[in-house]
């Protein structure tokens, strides 16, 4: 099999479901705690935020909504700074946004998840999410489909499968319920990370610089972060003022040498489409996890269907390891990925069949992974002030919050009560390179 054709995992849930056995969340309230109560006696008052993704921006969200209530917010400032022309135009704007309460239960990013997934929730409440950006709680079932083989005519009374789901590719093995409305739910990413973003800068006084790069962080003679360098329109570089600093920048995250000596993070690059059905009515909201077996034969990919509320269906799967352009406009998908999306499509469902629905997305994008598969979020060994949040692999929209929320904690305390972040802390991989 080709590596294109493999498809990432976004870690369907193998064991059995334990949603409400663990009382393992140490969430804090949605509304911002007292930044006086709580505050650190220093914390920086000149904090930039590298990165416009989901996790830059939540990070920037969480640290403007604690300082506004800080008893002089004008003494300090937040600025996100995104290369792109817009937030959220790479992997935070094409991704699934299929958000799971306790699929990541029993490992290192279980609290970390979970603390998430109901932030997720109190945020759908305050930002209106069910309207401005397609926050739903949704059923999700595992769905084995074949290209080949005769399609099951007659279905099983105990067949979980919503009527929609009627292409050639469904087989006589029965779907399974893999997530309820109360342990699963979707968001749309890119106008997730926007409404954040939005209400940061309308009500909690962001700054956002959209088009320029930052190209440095530059430290003291002590070591301290005193600022960054931003690339200028006419080619110089600008240096401003900062404190602290938050590198969020996902798979780009190499190209800081800062972060380069002290670990990697590599870009895996996943496609995705997005059709609009005819009968958008038809379209329940099922998120549909496939073993789909290619009529060329070869292992089941598992590529992921979600549909939205607005009757777009997306469609998602088919990576590969690959070098990361340094621009998010310059990542091209590759066309023999997308055709294989197409064909899952035309498996799936009749309402997706190519010319049934109307394709208006065809895309790629790169998660961004660590060597050990466990994010990195915390302050950079030996350098004071300088913070990184990145490496969230395939679940960056669920765990963007609590990562903004933690970081936030982190910066302005000193520490993040809501999660414990030792096992995501750079420190880990110094301790790795002296230990061999
Ligand atoms: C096909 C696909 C489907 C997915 N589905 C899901 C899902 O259903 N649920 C889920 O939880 N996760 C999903 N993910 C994963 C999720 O998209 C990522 O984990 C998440 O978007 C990573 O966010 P980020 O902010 O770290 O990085 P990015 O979204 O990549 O953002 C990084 C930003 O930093 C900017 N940047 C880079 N360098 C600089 C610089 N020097 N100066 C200024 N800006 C810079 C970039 O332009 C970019 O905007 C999916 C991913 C893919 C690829």
Redesign the pocket.
Known sequence: MSPAFAF?S?LPPSKPFHPWSRPVIRCSSPQAPNMDRRSAPNPPRRIVV???????VCTAYFLTKRLSTASSPSDYHVTL????AA?????????????ALDWCDGGPVQDLARASFVLHRSLAEELEGGRSYGYRPVTTLSVPISESGSPSSTRSTKDDLPAWVDGPGRTRQRARTIGTTENTAQVH?QLFTRALLDKAVRDFGLDVVVG????AVNVDDEGRVKSVGIAGGGGGEEEVEAEAVVV?????SA??GLLRNVFSVYGLK???IVLEPRKKDEITPHALFLSFSPKEGGPALDP?V?PRPTGEVYI?GMSAREDIPDD?DQVLPNPESIRMLKRVANAVSTHLLEGEAQVKAEQA????CTDDGIPVIGQLPGIPGCYV??G?????????PATGAAMAELILDGRSQMVNLDAFSPSRFVLTQKSR
Request: hydrophobic share 40%; net charge neutral.
């Open positions: 990432v976004f590298v990165g416009g993704g989901v996790i830059g700074v995104e290369q792109s937030v959220a135009t790479a992997a935070s704007g094409k991704a699934g946004g299929f958000l990413p320029r790069r930052v190209e969020a920048v996902g798979p780009w190209s800081f996943a496609h995705s992921e979600y998602c998010p994008c790169f998660l961004p949040a990145t969230h692999s395939c679940w960056g929209i669920l765990n963007g």
